[in-house]
């Protein structure tokens, strides 16, 4: 074992070289070579934009990617997306590689924590195999027997009695049945109980056919004893045969009776299940889900409040949602003869409206609607009318056209499935338990207590229990074990993928790849650090080592200096971003680099720190307050929010920030501003909106998802530009509108490429081939677009230019000046204004948006909410976020900041910390008030780390 730090070198004798990566050429890498140690915790930094990604991603994954494709045939390659060889000269000593980024989180409504980690696979195994059934009926343990024990069982309980030999045919149907009764007879028969009572058999015999019956077949009518044994075992067989494998064993004169089966059944109302299987227990399975919500645990379910928004309006003036104001329509004749029977006017009020008549037009009226109105003429019509939620189910469930069930979604809301409760799988599968609890109640555990739960109740299973569970136990305590060890002990395993943050789903599957255990294989992670509270990082770091012991090499995109500092190896790209970027500025040990003078190393030996203001802002005295949040694991809050401040909520991982902030908070504000269709979690009441004219929410999503999206048409200074171009003296005589220098529209762009600038060869069973357009050289527009010009400068030649070049050329452009000035301030200056959105990292594509906000005109009203911005942030990079949110700040607007970053954390006026633990531990205000105060408040785990930061 190597010591930390030390570099694992070749062990025949022979130097390895690593991973060997000579002339990199991908996005901004300039020409770089660069060698990775093998079986070493290798990070790589830089500011964002600087080529990190390029090189783990783009070259190193990209092409062990590749390789590996490369080993198919060429016809199962027709079949798989064709990868582009990455653009270097020779990459030697690549094992099979693992990417795990945060990208690719999975937004299936059915997929869970417990899916994607395969440890709900184990529990289902589990309860097949060693779960104790029980009757949903009455409580009781099923039993199930074989033929040899239930003769054994009613000699010993009816010995002798007189007892009646029954088969089931019939349970709580309706029917004559006068085919089965000949049936039976004609078998030899002579006895049927009906209803409980014992009748005999006879010709043409029929019962009720509209009342629900019971019908058993008496197969034999015995005194019990031991002498007639066989008697009792060839007639137990012919009524197995008879009742499918359940028979019924009544004492003559007695109204109660027993049941018997060789399957699962309830020995008091005959109730049975088939012998249970894995996929019994999955709600992914029709043989397990449940039948109501088809195993997803919700409905979609009318929302009369969204059909009806503000009851002080009426009907006429479009009180009702979907149907808008009155118009000359058959709906709105019924609606108002509906009225005018109940004696109410179309034009009232729909809360002085009676509830009778709200109900009528909502469900629907038995009796046909009579409709007098003169657009119909002298004539008289009776129209059906079915009502307005029957219209919109129809059009949520048979609408063959999106657009018309997105229409119908946006007036349902989704509820806990009434059946299941949520549970999402059949009553049967819910009563099959290990100890005291079912699969349902196991998978709402978060991780901790389901381990604490599975290691209490293995003693108290029976001996065969114990042997049959005893390895997958083992296997399911492994990986729960790998989940806490990457810091999501809180998380259950019912939580639903679609809800977790990028780090958290990140560091779901590099549990899941720890449990793999797999040897001589390349991992690259992107900051598996993100969400991640600074008390959890030390098991983050533990597992990421755990990896690299077993025989792996693992590569790190990560700016967390803790992770730094741990690493075998850093490579720092740089200096700066975008075509500043791109070059190696230092490969070597922690230890090494901490004795250079990079910008990394500057902040690392603390000779350049991140600096709060001298003085925190007092606010305008205004605050939101949100009463009784409830929502997740939050527990019956109050939260109050002081307006004109930088606020930082803070807590550990899981611990109900998220759903504080985006789950309740935003939902409640976007719906009051802009109608929002989003639901918040439950909470009481709301204050303080009035202070407040506007939210915004930014996070680090792209800013467009296409080519054809770049900065320059997302903060709108592209239609300036435009504008300009239209207003020159050229453009004018030729009649060219704005529209002209669209590359998106015909007229002005190239048709060659369809304004795109390159064109796409499509060779087969080989990679897609870009090429420059030969039309237009990849400039984008056709000729005689290009010939009109600002000083000297076609349109393609401006979206070329990068941000810094784009400031000094409209220097006297005030409105275009305006606009491209803020993305030179948020430190942008290196990207192009024409730079397709798609190849903006995350960090970017923020302070695009950010830039957008400075550049508008500011009321200082505006509340902006961030999670997580630090995210795939140097320090360099948050220093210049920082004097972005300052701005705002200082111009009166609130911003509420989700971070666990403790730069940033100091850096604010006010902070909410949020826990003390995650999940079921969570959801409790610990600590308020500023950094000082909470550095010193000994109950709060984020004081304790910012106390170590201050000093």
């Not at 079912?438 to 991780?447: C, G, K, S, Y």
């Not at 001589?520 to 993100?530: A, F, K, Q, R």
């Not at 054809?708 to 903060?715: I, K, L, V, W």
């Not at 970053?901 to 909410?912: F, K, L, P, Q």
Request: net charge neutral; proline share 4%; glycine share 8%.
């Amino acid at each position: 074992m190597e010591k930390e730090g030390q570099i694992p070198t070749a062990t025949n004798g022979t130097e390895d070289k690593g991973i060997e990566v000579i002339g990199a050429r991908v996005h901004n890498l300039k020409n770089i070579s660069v060698n990775i140690p093998h079986n070493a915790l290798t990070v790589i930094t830089g500011l964002s934009g600087s080529g990190k990604s390029s090189l783990a991603f783009d070259t190193i994954f990209a092409e062990g990617q590749r390789r590996y494709i490369e080993t198919f045939s060429s016809y199962a390659r027709g079949f798989l997306g064709n990868l582009e060889r990455p653009d270097v000269d020779k990459i030697s000593g690549l094992s099979p590689v693992i990417s795990i980024e945060q990208k690719t989180t999975n937004k299936n409504p059915r997929s869970t924590v417990g899916t994607t980690t395969e440890i709900y696979d184990f529990l289902r195994l589990l309860f097949a195999r060693a779960g104790v059934a029980y009757s949903y009926a009455t409580g009781e343990k099923m039993v199930k027997y074989t033929e040899e024990q239930i003769v054994d069982l009613i000699i010993s309980e009816y010995a002798n009695k007189k007892i009646y030999l029954l088969a089931p045919l019939v349970k709580n149907r309706k029917g004559h049945y006068k085919e089965l009764f000949e049936q039976i007879r004609k078998k030899g028969y002579m006895n049927v109980r009906v209803d409980g009572e014992i009748r005999e058999l006879t010709f043409g015999m029929r019962v009720d056919r509209y009342k629900n019956h019971n019908i058993e077949v008496v197969v034999d009518k015995l005194v019990v004893n031991e002498k007639d044994r066989q008697r009792l075992k060839d007639s137990l067989a012919q009524a197995m045969q008879q009742g499918n494998g359940i028979i019924m064993v009544q004492e003559f004169g007695q109204d109660t009776h027993r049941f018997f089966s060789r399957s699962l059944m309830c020995p008091t109302t005959g109730i049975s299940y088939n012998e249970p299987a894995p996929h019994n227990f999955s709600f992914n399975s029709p043989q397990g889900a449940c039948p109501h919500c088809k195993g997803l645990g919700y409905i979609n379910q009318i929302d009369i409040d969204k059909i009806i928004p503000n009851k002080k309006a009426s009907i006429y003036n479009g009180g009702i949602e979907p149907l808008g104001k009155y118009k000359n329509a058959t709906i709105f004749w019924q609606i108002k003869a509906i009225l005018e029977k109940y004696g109410c006017d179309i034009k009232s009020p729909i809360e002085d409206l009676p509830e009778e008549a709200i109900q009528e037009i909502m469900n629907g009226s038995d009796e046909p609607i009579h409709i007098k109105n003169a657009a119909l003429g002298n004539s008289n019509y009776f129209l059906n009318y079915e009502g307005i939620l029957k219209y919109i189910e129809m059009q949520q469930e048979n609408a063959i056209r999106s657009a018309e069930q997105k229409w119908a979604g946006q007036y349902s809301k989704q509820v806990v499935c009434p059946t299941c409760k949520g549970a999402r799988l059949k009553i049967e599968s819910l009563h099959f338990r290990i100890g005291d609890k079912n699969i349902a109640e196991l998978a709402a555990m978060d991780i901790t207590e389901l381990l604490d739960y599975l290691n209490a109740v293995e003693p108290t299973l029976t001996e065969k229990q114990q042997q049959i569970a005893r390895e997958i136990l083992k296997e399911i305590r492994s990986r729960l074990g790998f989940m806490i060890d990457v810091g999501l002990q809180y998380l259950s395993l019912n939580r639903s993928s679609q809800s977790l943050s990028g780090g958290e789903s990140q560091r779901i599957r590099l549990a899941t790849q720890i449990g793999s255990q797999l040897v001589n294989v390349l991992y690259i992670l992107d900051e598996p650090s993100i969400g991640l509270h600074q008390r959890d990082n030390y098991r983050l770091i533990k597992s990421l080592k755990q990896l690299r012991d077993s025989d792996n090499t693992v590569i790190v995109v990560e700016h967390d200096e803790a992770i730094m500092r741990q690493a075998d190896y850093i490579i720092d790209i740089g200096p700066k971003a975008g075509r500043l970027g791109g070059n190696i500025v230092f490969a070597g040990t922690p230890a090494e680099m901490l004795r250079t003078n990079t910008l990394t190393a500057s902040y690392l030996n603390r000779t350049k720190r991140i600096m709060p203001r001298n003085e925190l802002r007092q606010g305008n005295g205004h605050v939101i307050t949100l009463i009784g949040a409830t929502g997740n694991n939050l527990k019956n809050i109050t939260v109050e929010f002081p307006l004109g401040k930088m606020i930082c909520i803070t807590g550990v991982s899981g611990s109900g920030k998220s759903s504080l902030v985006n789950g309740t908070l935003y939902p409640i504000l976007s719906h009051h501003f802009y109608r929002s269709q989003q639901e918040p979690l439950p909470y009481t009441s709301i204050s303080g909106l009035e202070f407040i004219d506007k939210v915004v929410q930014m996070d680090q999503s792209p800013i467009g998802r296409t080519p054809r999206s770049n900065p320059a048409t997302y903060t709108g200074v592209f239609n300036e530009i435009r504008n300009l171009f239209a207003s020159m003296p050229e453009a004018k005589i030729r009649g060219y509108k704005p529209g002209r220098f669209s590359f998106n529209t015909a007229g002005g762009r190239c048709e060659t490429c369809s304004g795109n600038g390159y064109r796409t060869i499509e060779m087969n069973f080989l990679p897609d081939v870009y090429i420059p357009c030969e039309t237009c050289h990849g400039k984008r527009y056709n000729r005689e677009t290009l010939e009109v010009r600002f000083k000297g400068k076609s349109i393609a030649d401006v979206l070329d230019m990068t941000i810094n070049q784009a400031v000094e050329f409209f220097e006297n452009q005030p409105s275009i000046l305006n606009k491209i000035k803020t993305l030179q301030e948020v430190g942008l200056g290196y990207i192009k204004l024409g730079q397709p959105s798609t190849t903006l990292s995350g960090g970017e594509s923020q302070r695009v948006k950010l830039a957008t906000e400075l550049s508008k005109r500011d009321t200082g009203k505006t509340l902006y909410i961030l999670d997580e911005p630090t995210t795939g942030l140097h320090f360099e990079d948050i220093n210049v976020l920082l004097g972005v949110l300052n701005k705002l700040a200082d111009k009166g607007n609130t911003i509420i900041i989700i971070e666990h970053n403790m730069d940033v954390i100091r850096c604010a006026d006010h902070i909410i910390d949020i826990g003390p633990e995650g999940g079921r531990n969570g959801g409790q205000i610990v600590a308020v008030g500023t950094p000082q105060e909470i550095a010193s408040n000994p109950n709060s785990i984020t004081g304790l780390y910012l106390k170590q930061e201050m000093e």
